[in-house]
């Protein structure tokens, strides 16, 4: 098995460590009788740095608290932020290893330009995160389906309230540890609202960011969705023509002639790192997996008439989510096979959740260890 030996045991700047005392830090593992639920736990300590003069500065691990920013932080007024989501995986070898987490970092420096951020050097946030989950290792879940979820976030706090970038930042991260993002995980499938009212982003706009504003905006169709009977929204284009994405997910189908096809990356879909996988592995998959232009229309005639055989969603979170459902404003609905989780998002799933956890044989760097103090010091 391909497992990158921990490259960031080399400090590229110095994190200083402001650790928590030992009698107040979680000194046993995680009750694996529980279940854990998504993003719910925070563990002792987080990684903070500050943009100041153009330069990053004051690396330091934290007990996990308030922030201090000013009323007046220019990523409250007007959402100059951007986040991402990453997971690390406790192996049967009992070491951690990150999945893909370079791409994570490269994918906030994406938003970071889209939202006129400074660039946070790949190497500094790959040494923060890997420092981090180290320090709280003793919080890695055991239970079966289980990660550390790892969300780095940056954000404005200039005190001014002009519109225009500002010039001081903050870079944090935090971690929880999670179950599944939908309840029932692989068991069920989830229905998706149609949306032709609400729309996600626009060409020109933010959409292919991690950008807070654009979960902001997505809540009101979330929230009519859940009204209306499903978990999450299929978003249109602004000419409600076409597929976009859904929710937290890049959308996907499955024909019966066994092709996976994901609609086209554009600037109004974020690029996720679990649809660059899935299109990597292709064949592996036994799947022809490729990218299209999908019509609404084209969509729904293939459902019905059995073209579409299995339909769902990508992401870190949802991993590999069966939609067995689509909804629409009018109280239509239509139905995906027999509505359930299909064999081949099943095999999915599990191709992929066992290459995370080192059950299966991952692409070269996908997986890097987290080496413990020791190494690191
Ligand atoms: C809007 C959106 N689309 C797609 C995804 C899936 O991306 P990834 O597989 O990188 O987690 C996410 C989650 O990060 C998301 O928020």
Redesign the pocket.
């Known amino acids: 098995m391909i497992k990158t030996r921990s490259p960031h045991i080399i400090p590229t700047m110095k994190i200083e460590y402001k650790l928590k005392p030992l009698c107040e830090r979680r000194t046993t593992p995680l009750d694996c009788s529980h279940p854990l639920g998504f993003g719910q736990l925070r563990t002792d300590h987080m990684f903070l740095m500050d943009y100041e003069n153009g330069q990053w500065q004051n690396l330091r691990i934290q007990p996990y608290g308030e922030l201090n920013m000013m009323p007046g932080a220019t990523a409250l007024h007007y959402g100059q932020s951007v986040f991402e989501?990453a997971k690390a995986f406790l192996h049967n070898d009992n070491e951690i290893y990150t999945f893909r987490l370079t791409k994570n970092c490269e994918r906030l420096n994406q938003s970071a330009d889209i939202l006129c951020m400074p660039q946070v050097p790949v190497e500094v946030q790959m040494q923060a995160i890997h420092s981090l989950l180290d320090v709280d290792r003793i919080w890695m879940p055991k239970q079966a389906g289980a990660s550390m979820y790892i969300r780095p976030f940056l954000f404005a706090t200039d005190d001014n309230l002009s519109v225009r970038p500002s010039e001081q930042y903050t870079y944090c991260v935090m971690l929880s540890p999670s179950g599944a993002y939908y309840e029932k995980g692989i068991k069920d499938s989830i229905s998706l609202l149609v949306s032709t009212q609400y729309h996600r982003a626009v060409s020109g706009g933010t959409g292919a960011a991690?950008a807070a504003g654009?979960y902001a905006a997505s809540l009101r169709a979330q929230r009519q969705a859940q009204s209306l009977g499903a978990a999450q929204v299929l978003y249109l284009d602004a000419s409600n023509t076409y597929l976009e994405?859904a929710?937290?997910?890049?959308h996907f189908h499955i024909t019966k002639e066994n092709e996976l096809i994901i609609p086209f990356f554009t600037d109004t879909i974020?690029k996720?790192?679990?649809?660059q996988s899935i299109l990597t592995l292709g064949e592996q998959l036994g799947l022809t997996v490729k990218q299209q232009q999908i019509k609404l229309s084209d969509f729904i005639n293939d459902i019905q008439n059995g073209n579409i055989i299995e339909a769902g969603g990508?992401?870190?979170?949802a991993v590999c989510t069966a939609v067995g459902h689509y909804l629409f404003e009018d109280g239509r609905r239509i139905t995906v096979g027999d509505g359930n989780v299909g064999p081949i998002i099943k095999r999915l799933y599990e191709t992929y959740t066992g290459l995370q956890q080192g059950k299966i044989a991952a692409p070269t760097d996908w997986l890097e260890h987290v080496a413990s103090a020791q190494e690191v010091k």
Do not use: H
Request: hydrophobic letters at 35%; charged letters at 10%.
């Open positions: 989501g991690k654009n994405e929710g937290a997910m890049n974020l996720s790192i679990t649809s990508f992401g870190t979170a």
